[in-house]
């Protein structure tokens, strides 16, 4: 069973970051630096990164010489990232479907996937107006979600891996249906032992034309779409991303 706000549970965990700390930085790294050299910003550019983690995105911004806040449903995660916190990079613990600083930034980011986990899509848009009211008028919004046909394609009927780390053994099973992608992580001894803890990921199957809705709702209008890290055209049924380029009205 999958709880309502299972992201809160599970993002605060010592396990999360474990099952996760072998994510490849140099891509993450070299994602925003070929974002940045495409998008232009004026030299301290105020940005907000939306589900920012531990900060490891808000800080390659910061410096590149950006004035940049981070923000994160996740107190762990917060107080992690505000040990590289400096005069032009702050962390706040912050719910995304909630108003954060109106009419202030000039650019928001929502990157990997930190988006579709709410249990209704009154919350996602909720979320999305909050990111539209951060920015200033003719702001930029870029959120980068997987491409969901691609990803229900190639998802296997069953598929079952296995990672350890540190003692812990995490048993992982990814299954879908119509509407959403689950993960569901086991939490053991690596001995095989006794179970240690059950977390189900959940997040939503949207599709380009349900962004395009949401943004628009917002008074966001899409100007760009990219389909990979390497900002190639997006193609609905090939790419690995979908990453979309709005502007505030």
Not at 25 to 43: C, D, M, N, S, V
Not at 184 to 204: C, N, P, Y
């Amino acid at each position: 069973m999958v709880t309502d706000n299972w992201f809160k549970a599970w993002f605060n965990s010592d396990y999360y970051h474990l099952l996760y700390k072998h994510r490849d930085e140099l891509e993450a790294e070299g994602f925003i630096r070929k974002l940045i050299g495409h998008l232009q910003p004026a030299a301290g550019s105020r940005m907000v990164d939306v589900a920012c983690g531990k900060g490891r995105h808000s800080k390659v911004l910061c410096d590149l010489g950006f004035d940049v806040t981070g923000i994160d449903l996740s107190a762990a995660s917060i107080q992690a990232a505000l040990e590289e916190e400096n005069e032009h990079l702050h962390f706040y613990q912050h719910d995304m479907r909630m108003p954060f600083w109106i009419n202030y930034f000039d650019y928001a980011f929502n990157f990997f996937t930190s988006f579709g986990y709410f249990r209704t899509r009154r919350e996602h848009d909720n979320a999305i107006r909050s990111l539209a009211g951060s920015l200033k008028k003719g702001g930029k919004l870029v959120i980068d979600y997987i491409n969901v046909a691609k990803a229900a394609r190639e998802l296997p009927q069953t598929f079952l891996q296995e990672e350890s780390s540190n003692q812990i053994t995490f048993q992982i099973a990814k299954w879908q249906d119509e509407h959403h992608f689950y993960k569901q992580i086991q939490i053991k001894d690596a001995s095989g032992g006794s179970l240690r803890h059950l977390f189900t990921e959940k997040v939503a199957k949207f599709s380009l034309h349900d962004f395009s809705d949401m943004l628009a709702y917002s008074g966001l209008q899409i100007q760009e779409i990219f389909g990979d890290y390497q900002l190639n055209p997006f193609d609905g049924q090939q790419s690995d991303r979908v990453i979309i380029i709005a502007t505030k009205q």
